[in-house]
Structures are given as C-alpha cells and as structure tokens.
C-alpha cells in the first residue's frame, strides 16, 4: 500500500511539473540601447522622417512585445498617439513586422535646455517572433493629439551600442530605446504532453505488477 501511494504521489508531482513547463514565460528586457540623454539632440520620427536602430538580441527565439523609447515634444499636452513601427534584418526593413503602434503611456521625464519636453513612450506591441538575432527597429510616421505632421516629434539621441540611420542623412548615432518580452526555447505543449502521458504509463505498469 505504501508503494502505490508513492506511485501516485509521484505520478500528480509530475502532472505539476508539466503544467508549470508550458506556462508562459514572464516578459523582461530583451534589449535596452542604455539610458536617454535628454539634452545633445533628437531626430524626427514624423511626417516622412524615419530612423531605424540595430538590435542585438540574445535568442534568434525572443518575442517582442513592448517597445519604449524617450522623444522630444515642443508641448506638455499634445502628446504622442501612433507611431508606425517596423522590425526587419536590415536597415528599414520590414521583413519580420510592419504595423502602427497606439494606446501609448507618456510619462513626462522633465524639460531639457532647449525647452523640449521630454517623455518615454510605452506601447505594447503585437506577438513580433523576431526570428534572428540581429534585428533593425525603425520608428516613423508619428501621430500626436492634434493629428499626424501637426506636431514635430523627434526620438532622442543617447549615443548608445546600437548603429543607426536616418532615411535622409544615413548614419547618426543611436537613439534611447527598450525593447520588452521574452527570450529562449519553451517545450511544444504537444510534446510535453506525450512525454507525460509515458510517465503515467508506466506508473500504471509498475502498479500493476505490484498488485498481481
């Protein structure tokens, strides 16, 4: 009798175990391009300007699913709204993802020598598998309260390790970004499944010759 309870002991133990194996892994930052500056430059990301940054990920198997960024804003209350957002393998490339970004967060960071406002964007974006390691995030046609090309918003400039471009005078230094979900293989549920279904097998196997 003892031996069966531990059989079945050990066969709910691994149910557990399984189902903690296929529970989503908890997002965290896949990248961060470092700290905003706030005071040495920006460049517009509105109208037809465009900037796209490079990305070093760790996992060719990360997905993406927050993006935040500091821009700089001539007004504390015509805040940004939309911004389209691409994910390529090169340089403005649009392979992997194209889509607009909305329902943004602007937290206010304080207002630099020049009288800009500074704020961090957070916009939540789709399930963006990035496929590869080296990816390009390129930010444009931004949107503010008042409509599109109404209010000239510009991405700031931090000098971080990421190489970047402007679609109108090519390289500049990179811009102050982050890039929020998760990294790394998980089992297929299919899988791990099967692999459960043997363990109970054969606990049912050893109970019965135990009990014959």
Do not use: H
Not at 23 to 34: F, I, K, Q, R, W
Not at 72 to 101: H, K, N, Q, R
Not at 177 to 204: C, H, K, N, R, W
């Amino acid at each position: 009798m003892k031996t069966q309870t531990r059989i079945a002991s050990l066969s709910l133990l691994t149910i557990l175990c399984l189902m903690l194996a296929v529970t989503p892994a908890m997002a965290d930052t896949l990248y961060s391009n470092g700290l905003y500056n706030g005071n040495t430059a920006a460049w517009g990301i509105d109208g037809g300007n465009a900037v796209t940054d490079s990305i070093n990920l760790n996992s060719s198997r990360s997905n993406v699913y927050e993006v935040d960024f500091v821009y700089w804003d001539a007004s504390t209350s015509d805040l940004l709204t939309t911004v389209d957002m691409s994910i390529g393998s090169t340089p403005f490339g649009t392979d992997i993802f194209s889509g607009t970004l909305t329902g943004f967060t602007n937290t206010f960071l304080g207002t630099n020598q020049y009288g800009y406002a500074l704020l961090q964007a957070g916009a939540a974006t789709y399930d963006v598998a990035a496929g590869t390691a080296s990816i390009y995030l390129t930010l444009s046609n931004a949107c503010t309260t008042s409509g599109c090309s109404t209010n000239p918003i510009y991405w700031d400039e931090n000098s971080g390790p990421s190489t970047a471009y402007d679609n109108t005078l090519g390289s500049i230094p990179s811009e102050a970004f982050t890039l929020i979900g998760t990294s790394g293989t998980t089992p297929e549920p299919s899988s791990i499944m099967l692999f459960g279904s043997g363990i109970l097998g054969l606990a049912v196997i050893l109970r019965r010759r135990l009990m014959g």
